[in-house]
């Protein structure tokens, strides 16, 4: 019998030990000073190589969980208490029904090429508990999706979902349409974390998030005649699409990726389509 290794951790010990008999290692454990793990002279490098591998998938399990989301709470706190603030601005700029009247996502003014208003709309919002609940919605799911994007990936993805789905719903939308706020890009934000809630943990729990989404999109519909619940579900659907084009086609770890392009490209976006606005 050979020494494979020794420790003072029984817990340790005995973790090993789980490894060396799920591949089917014969080994002893014997108590000295400390723990120690023997094997056989003929399975010594099999029993090492297993053990090897064993802590160095550990490590990298470790270290995933440390860098996983590196200030998520105070990040996403931190960049929604400046979407309130941009909101607020705006009324610097120009009075409440000015900004609504060149800002709104109006389907017949969009079709004739007025393409701006499906971003700029998603700042403009009724009155504060408008824009608090979206505020509120958006940071509960920018908060969970950090688990899987980093916060300028995530701050993408909702404008460029809230967008989308707000043109896809002007496109659709019989007679005229004005529709207003943040809360198609909430939805989108809640597709692209069911995509990713989909593929990570298995089909099933796309039967909870499904209802979860579904239930939410009622809840902030029910009884208002003023919820467009179109946009809504259309940045949901784009949302989703999104999040499994991401899973199916990069695939990489993307908790770290373009975080300040992101960030970059997201307030860009609306801050260009508001510069088109006022120069109109």
Known sequence: MFKLLITGNKKEIDTYSLVLLARGIEHELRRGDKWEIWVPEELYDKALQEITLYQLENQETSSSKDKSSPGGAEGVVFS??????????????????????????????????????????LTLHSDFGHLLGNIFFSGLFFYLLRAYLSLGLCWLLAVLSGGIGNALNLVLSRGVHISIGFSTATFGILGVLSAFVFFERGRKRILITSGFALGLLGLLGAGKGNID??????????????????????????????????????????????YVAFSR
């Open 80 to 121: 929604m208490l400046l979407f309130a603030i941009f909101n607020v601005a705006l009324l610097d700029f120009k009075p409440k029904d000015e900004l609504f009247a060149i800002g709104t996502a109006n389907n017949v003014l969009f079709l004739k090429g007025e393409w701006w208003r499906v971003f700029t709309a």
């Open 229 to 274: 619940l179109g946009a809504h579900f259309l940045g949901l659907v784009v949302g989703f699409v999104i999040g499994c084009c991401l899973k199916l086609f990069y695939p990489a770890d993307l908790r770290h990726k373009w975080e300040t392009k992101g960030l970059l490209l997201a307030w860009g976006i609306v801050i260009f389509s508001w």
